[in-house]
């Protein structure tokens, strides 16, 4: 199975706008599987930030944004926060028949 | 509310098995799929593969087929992952996942660290 790839590392200063991309292929993004993004805080457990390429679940600030074109996904953080430092994980699908998941390669998010 | 709770560390040496626990609680354990994931030291997060814990059916990634096994306990409402003919790169944190459908993996557990080394 692919991985879907994201840049190794983004940063910005308080306040700012960043975007996270995440680049899959005609097999699974582009194949139409959504997209879910998770937030890793260092020597925590994942959580989940955006399902259904677009939503939030409950308690999410909506700083925390993402869409969704062909093979692509972004997820985009408005107003970075101190808190926001953090790795970030795409996820998709990798088959409609086994429910096989793909993540992607990572993104360290550091606020300047 | 709804939790999984891991088991403790293990250290283990090369060639052994593991077998990683994860107690669901606050949620009907039979109703979603649990998921294992895997992270290296310093790496990115590994699908392993999943549970039904209704049927007991599986599903694994093709670099696991052979070497994992996965289980569930209904009357604990635990599920479970066995990893065998362990080498020094299986050291990672092993993390389990309810699966809520469209809604993704909505809840982890905290982490199991696995150790590899002779």
């Known amino acids: 199975q692919s991985m879907l790839t994201q840049p190794p590392s983004v940063s910005g200063a308080p306040g700012q706008r960043v975007t996270i991309s995440c680049t899959g292929t005609?097999?699974?993004?582009?194949?139409?599987?959504?997209v879910l993004w998770y937030q890793q805080l260092p020597g925590t457990a994942p959580k989940l930030l955006i399902y259904?390429?677009?939503q939030r679940p409950s308690g999410v600030p909506d700083r925390f944004s993402g869409s969704k074109s062909g093979t692509s996904a972004s997820l985009a953080i408005a107003g970075l926060q101190a808190e926001d430092e953090a790795d970030y994980y795409c996820?998709?699908?990798?088959?409609?028949?086994?429910?096989?998941?793909?993540f992607g390669t990572g993104t360290k998010v550091t606020v300047l | 509310q709804v939790q999984l709770v891991q088991s403790g560390a293990e250290v283990k040496k090369p060639g052994a098995s593991v077998k990683v626990s994860c107690k669901s609680s606050?949620?009907?354990?039979?109703?979603?799929?649990i998921h294992w994931v895997r992270q290296a030291p310093g790496q990115g997060l590994e699908w392993m593969g999943w549970?039904?814990?209704?049927?007991?059916?599986?599903n694994y990634a093709q670099k696991f087929q052979g070497r994992v096994n996965m289980t569930g306990d209904t009357s604990i409402s635990t599920a479970y992952m066995e990893l065998s003919s362990l080498k020094s790169d299986d050291t990672a944190v092993y993390y389990c996942?309810?699966?809520?459908?469209?809604?993704?993996?909505?809840?982890w557990g905290q982490g199991t660290t696995v150790t590899v080394s002779s």
């Open positions: 606050g949620y009907t354990f039979t109703g979603q799929y």
């Open positions: 005609s097999s699974n993004i582009g194949a139409g599987f959504d």
């Open positions: 549970i039904n814990p209704k049927s007991g059916g599986t």
């Open positions: 259904g390429n677009t």
């Open positions: 996942a309810r699966d809520f459908g469209y809604y993704g993996l909505d809840v």
């Open positions: 996820q998709t699908y990798g088959s409609s028949v086994t429910g096989s998941r793909v």
